[in-house]
């Protein structure tokens, strides 16, 4: 990436400076539009601007490469294509957020800065510490002073503790059944957001795990998003799957948080998992210690 601009560089006339990193690693600018992100803002500062982050206005931010974005969720809408730039900018491992659009004035750049509230954010932005909730000012300020993680694809799992039973066994929520080790082998329920079809079951075999919970991937057609689930019984694997309309494929944290049982195996069914059961409940019952909180 090319050196930024130097601080002492004028900002344009259409970006206000709210904030100056007292470190020297760049600018919080507000603008009113994301077409108001400029050159000067290259790979130094962080740029909220009050447009809709879809994917359009996400080509003119990756092309001026500021350090990170936010913008407004403008209700999200079908196929979530207000917000969609977030990913599309993650691809190109710019932190970016988006403020609810009734926490702020749309078009109002330093208004969003002062008022605007997070509602939703790319992998980048969280590894800089963004969350649901914080203040713009705040997640501004996290992508000033922080960087996102350098990894490989393979290297970004979320791998999260959600519960330990009293003998040290675990549910763990993982983005993908690929992320498993050898430690859950046998051992740990695994919460998971890939499909579960034919495709899966190498990795549901080679990650062994005492139970599993992945997506349905909308079921598809003769039920092809979970054949996996019948075709692991005969290793002994219990597993469910969740509706993929319920919660984020991608996301283990939103498969264990919003995910609904749409399919378990018979294994499964045994140790009490049942179709219609939130997704926590039901890691808890394939650990086998279902009155644990």
Same mark, same amino acid.
């Given at each position: 990436m090319p050196e930024p601009p130097p601080l002492d560089k004028p900002v344009p006339a259409n970006q206000t400076v709210v904030f100056t990193s007292p470190t020297g690693r760049g600018r919080i600018c507000a603008m009113d539009s994301?077409?108001?992100?400029?050159?000067?803002?290259?790979?130094?500062?962080?740029?909220?601007? *009050?447009?809709?982050?879809?994917?359009?206005?996400?080509?003119?931010?990756?092309?001026?490469?500021?350090?990170?974005?936010?913008?407004?969720?403008?209700?999200? #809408?079908?196929?979530?294509? @207000?917000?969609?730039?977030?990913?599309?900018?993650?691809a190109l491992a710019v932190p970016t957020a988006v403020a609810d659009v009734m926490s702020a004035r749309l078009g109002d750049g330093v208004h969003l800065y002062r008022h $605007?509230?997070?509602?939703?954010?790319?992998?980048?932005?969280?590894?800089? $510490?963004?969350? @649901?909730?914080?203040?713009?000012?705040?997640?501004?300020?996290?992508?000033?002073?922080? /960087?996102?993680?350098?990894? $490989?694809?393979?290297?970004?799992?979320?791998?999260?503790?959600?519960?330990?039973?009293? /003998? !040290?066994?675990?549910?763990?929520?993982?983005?993908?059944?690929a992320f498993a080790l050898e430690a859950d082998r046998g051992r740990n329920v695994l919460v998971t957001a890939g499909h579960t079809g034919r495709s899966a079951v190498p990795y549901l075999r080679?990650?062994?795990?005492?139970?599993?919970?992945? *997506? /349905? !991937?909308?079921? #598809?057609?003769?039920? *092809? #998003?979970?054949?996996?689930?019948?075709?692991?019984?005969?290793d002994g694997l219990a597993g469910a799957t969740v509706d993929a309309r319920r919660a984020r494929m991608?996301? !283990?944290?939103?498969h264990y948080h919003d995910g609904?049982?749409?399919?378990?195996?018979a294994l499964a069914a045994a140790r009490g998992v049942a179709v219609g059961m939130p997704c926590a409940e039901a890691a808890l019952a394939l650990l086998g210690q279902p009155d644990e909180s």
């Open positions: 994301a077409y108001h992100v400029d050159p000067s803002n290259r790979g130094r500062d962080v740029c909220v601007n *009050s447009s809709y982050c879809g994917v359009l206005p996400a080509r003119f931010i990756a092309e001026a490469a500021p350090r990170g974005a936010i913008g407004m969720d403008c209700g999200i #809408g079908p196929e979530g294509s @207000a917000i969609a730039g977030l990913w599309y900018l993650e $605007g509230v997070i509602s939703h954010f790319n992998q980048p932005a969280a590894d800089c $510490g963004v969350r @649901a909730g914080m203040a713009v000012a705040a997640a501004a300020r996290a992508m000033l002073e922080n /960087d996102p993680a350098a990894a $490989g694809a393979d290297e970004i799992t979320n791998r999260t503790v959600m519960h330990t039973a009293r /003998d !040290g066994r675990q549910v763990i929520a993982t983005d993908s059944i080679r990650a062994s795990a005492w139970g599993f919970i992945c *997506s /349905d !991937g909308g079921r #598809g057609m003769d039920d *092809s #998003g979970m054949t996996g689930l019948f075709i692991v019984e005969a991608g996301s !283990g944290l939103s609904i049982i749409s399919a378990a195996n």
